[in-house]
């Protein structure tokens, strides 16, 4: 048993190396660490801050006012003057697309947020509580995803009114039950595992059980999910943004951009081009986050160890 | 190496005695690597194996030792980071290391066939065995009813009763036994000239172990193929190979005749091994000989743990003798099988499985019980009830004079600070997102025990067990069968039970892991003053550890006493069955 024999200071070490690992600090830390040694995680954080950033910094970075008409300019191809044309009232498309971005990441990003975190939790119920709150809460899921989202949409903007809240409100309400169902089947299946049983002959609690050794095994699929979710909730906020249930011109939204874009196809098609870029950017920039962030929570993916 | 027919009188081999041995099988020189993180890891280190022609040989070596990656080199099913660094497998002088993954695919399944450990994974779930014994013939030019009636016939020699009837059914509707018999008959229905099997009666029971054992000797002997048998049970390899080949870490250590490598081993593993092995230990012995020792080693209980805190105050407390530490009476346990509604409109009157019958046992303080079983014999769910796993539906459990089924839930997760139980999957009994550190100081926390750091206590604890104190910062994964066990055994330790019910504790070690595994919760015993529940098919480690044995079968107990008097001296039927089916450790 050579290999079990080892020097007292390497000992001591690898024991404050388990106490140090614990602080929240220093998870953080260990993840950034981590996430930018990963080609595909360094990637993404470019790609997602850049988004972030102009979306962030947009009325200084901004070249024009996002609103203001030039109709003499109108349907511009890309220019020095336009970086990115000019839609067909002549207001400058790159402008749009930059104020856009706030729009898009407040709504993406909240809405998704807030679905993952109520789908998590009420999929970790579903998956290890009684039979009865399992049927509930599928019960409810099935009610939900019954409704087709824009119709859902139109009740919602009757009793509220149009606004951005109320686009987020209907993008949660309506993705929960594809987060909690992915959760709850997984749920499922880990309980049936014996360190779950392990952890309940030793009398753990429930809520140790739920997040101390369930959670961290189903975040990781959750967090592709998620990213891959983000141009979906971009395009139903044009959607809804189109049907005037949502973002009122002339406000600009990366939605509305290319909305406005496909009425006028057979003249331009830069508006769609500048509208889709930024939604293309944001997709992978998020995916290429997710897929590395999972891999980091996942011992067994986690090649450095 | 010259040919020795001790009883393979039917193969082609035996009937030339004067010819020198005709391999199948010519592994030379063979190396295998896998590719890790910074660097690469030896699989295999110029490994020689021949297996002659007709003969059966067995490779036995600890989990880890190459057994594996030799058979999966062999047919070229390695893991994707393997890398062959140099060597040959010839087979019928053609190297299979060099052939095409085409050439591969026509020999697999037609010259080359393989069973596997676990039968119940081992069939696709979503196809009938029609469907699937039928499929495999695909290369054969014959009608749909001649291929189902090759099917039939391969599965009435294996033994499976009505097999028209049987054919189309799916292969969860099969019992374990029943399936590694079809898995046998799917792999000799293209008469291999090659068959390898791979732990094949590791995840059966000890009486089919032996029928799986007598039918493949019975098959290979009739085909006249030869046949790689790998496996960590050394009586199964003695009772069946011709040959034996014995790994290391990668290294063939030794290999010949069978009856020479287990009667006048050479090597110094091989002797441990089999000084190791309590099938072959005749006086019965609670310190069991292991790899590294004659189990006569001292572990600490390392000062300033909360299990040392325990020692001295367990110690001035004798235990109250009138009264057994867990008494349990009359438990039954059964499992609906039909909703109520259904068993009402159908007039099932019991639409209950009763996995435990009844079942009455006492055990004090610093004792051994162990319950033995087959699968399905109620013993796992015995262990459950007193862990409050499942719902008993009656009688009663006293756990150190109070009882447990009627208590409140609040009061007794509490008295699961005294008792702690060891699962049987070592690896997945522990959550796979933690560290090995916070999965050994749990029950502490849990229980809101005194301790002064987390980081301390798992140390001592590990220390404790024999681990390396970097095993604090690993996953489950990382670790070992025998490292993982190790780990459980820190973590039933922790909290310094009074009762630790353990679930299998040497399943899938090999014989001298078995061994230290065994002489640590031993030694704990004696220190700590814990009584120790073992549920358990190894008859041969029963024999060494248990105090009092209990067998079950079916739900009832069917006979109970002092260890050594029921290996003497069974009384019941069943536990005659059982003992004569504990396969012999000497080659026959």
């Known amino acids: 048993m050579s290999e079990l024999t080892q020097t007292s200071e390497q000992s001591i070490a690898a024991v404050a190396q388990v106490a140090k690992d614990n602080t929240v600090t220093h998870v953080l830390v260990d993840t950034f660490r981590r996430l930018i040694k990963k080609p595909l995680g360094l990637m993404g954080l470019i790609l997602v801050s850049t988004i972030v950033l102009s979306a962030l910094f947009a009325s200084v970075i901004a070249p024009y006012d996002p609103i203001a008409l030039d109709i003499l300019n109108r349907l511009k191809p890309p220019s020095s003057e336009h970086w990115l044309g000019t839609d067909q009232l002549g207001r400058d498309t790159f402008s749009r697309v930059l104020y856009g971005g706030q729009i898009a990441l407040q709504v993406a990003l909240s809405s998704i947020a807030l679905a993952l975190g109520f789908g998590l939790l009420l999929g970790l119920l579903a998956g290890f509580g009684p039979r009865w709150l399992d049927n509930l809460i599928l019960t409810l899921f099935d009610m939900v995803r019954s409704f087709p989202t824009i119709i859902f949409a139109l009740a919602v903007v009757t009793l509220t009114g149009p606004s951005v809240s109320t686009i987020i409100l209907v993008v949660v309400i309506t993705s929960i039950p594809i987060y909690g169902r992915v959760v709850r089947t997984q749920t499922q299946a880990l309980a049936q595992q014996e360190f779950i049983l392990a952890e309940r002959a030793m009398n753990a609690s429930m809520p140790r059980i739920l997040f101390r050794h369930m959670l961290p095994n189903v975040i990781g699929q959750l967090l592709i999910l998620a990213s891959m979710d983000i141009p979906i909730v971009i395009t139903i906020e044009a959607g809804l943004s189109f049907l005037g249930l949502g973002i009122q011109p002339p406000t600009p939204s990366w939605g509305s951009i290319i909305n406005d874009g496909y009425s006028f196809i057979r003249n331009t098609p830069w508006p769609i081009i500048a509208g889709g870029l930024p939604l293309i950017i944001t997709t992978l920039g998020f995916t290429f986050l997710g897929e590395s962030l999972r891999d980091i929570f996942d011992p067994k993916l986690r090649k450095d160890v | ?588």
């Open chain 2, 1 to 588: 190496m010259t040919i020795q027919t001790t009883h393979s009188s039917n193969s082609p081999a035996a009937q030339q005695p004067a010819m020198p041995v005709e391999n199948i099988i010519a592994i030379k020189d063979l190396s295998v690597k896998f590719e890790v993180a910074g660097g690469f890891v030896f699989g295999l280190k110029n490994v020689n194996v021949s297996v002659p022609r007709g003969q059966i040989i067995g490779i036995v070596g600890e989990s880890g030792s190459g057994k594996s990656t030799l058979i999966y080199t062999l047919t070229q099913l390695m893991a994707e980071n393997a890398v062959i660094d140099s060597g040959s497998a010839d087979m019928d002088g053609e190297d299979l290391l060099a052939k095409t993954p085409r050439q591969m695919q026509q020999l697999l399944g037609q010259d080359i066939a393989m069973i596997f450990q676990d039968p119940m994974t081992s069939l696709n779930p979503v196809f009938s065995i029609e469907k699937q014994m039928t499929d495999i013939q695909y290369r054969l030019n014959l009608s749909y009813s001649e291929k189902k009636q090759r099917a039939i016939d391969a599965l009435t020699r294996v033994g499976i009763p009505n097999p028209e009837l049987r054919l189309p059914r799916f292969p969860h509707e099969f019992s374990g036994g029943q399936l590694q018999r079809i898995c046998i008959a799917m792999a000799l229905m293209a008469k291999p000239k090659l068959l390898i099997a791979d732990e094949p009666t590791t995840a059966l029971d000890a009486s089919l172990e032996v029928q799986i054992i007598d039918l493949l000797k019975e098959l290979q002997a009739e085909i006249g193929c030869s046949m790689i048998f790998v496996s960590h049970h050394l009586g199964v390899v003695g009772t069946l190979c011709d040959y034996t080949v014995v790994m290391y870490h990668g290294d063939v250590v030794e290999q010949g005749p069978t009856v020479d490598v287990f009667n006048n081993p050479q090597h110094a593993y091989t002797q441990r091994l089999l000084a190791c092995d309590p099938a072959r230990i005749k006086e019965p012995t609670k310190r069991l000989p292991t790899m590294s020792s004659e189990g006569t080693e001292h572990i600490a209980i390392p000062s300033g743990s909360y299990l040392a805190s325990q020692l001295t105050e367990q110690n001035t407390h004798p235990e109250n003798s009138a009264e057994h530490l867990l008494d349990i009476d009359e438990l039954r346990i059964r499992f609906p099988i039909q909703s109520k509604l259904a068993a009402l409109i159908s007039g099932n009157k019991d639409p209950y499985l009763h996995a435990v019958k009844g079942v009455s046992l006492t055990l004090d303080a610093g004792e051994t019980l162990a319950i033995v079983g087959e699968s399905g014999s109620g013993k796992t769910t015995v262990a459950q009830a007193i862990l409050g796993l499942n719902q008993p539906w009656s009688g009663k459990i006293h756990f150190q004079g109070k009882e447990l089924l009627s208590m409140e839930a609040k009061a007794r997760g509490k008295t699961r600070r005294d008792i702690a139980m060891m699962f049987q999957d070592p690896i997945s009994s522990l959550s796979p997102r933690m560290k090995i550190a916070d999965l050994i100081t749990e029950p502490l926390v849990i229980h809101g025990l005194p301790f002064d750091s987390r980081a301390q206590e798992a140390k001592r604890l590990l220390g404790m067990v024999g681990l390396p104190l970097d095993f604090a910062n690993r996953y489950p994964h990382q670790l070992s069968g025998g490292q993982a066990r190790r780990v459980g055994v820190a973590r039933a330790l922790a909290q310094s039970p009074k009762l630790i019910v353990a679930d299998e504790p040497t399943a899938g070690l090999d014989v001298s892991v078995q061994g230290e595994i065994l002489n640590l919760l031993n030694q704990l015993q004696e220190d700590l003053n814990i009584a120790i529940l073992i549920i358990t098919h190894n008859l041969n480690i029963v024999r060494h550890v248990a105090d009092r044995t209990l067998i079950m079968n079916m739900g009832d107990i069917v006979e109970q006493g002092e260890t050594q008097g029921i290996f003497a001296n069974p009384q019941h039927s069943y536990t005659k069955q059982l003992l004569a089916a504990n396969v012999h450790p000497d080659p026959v």
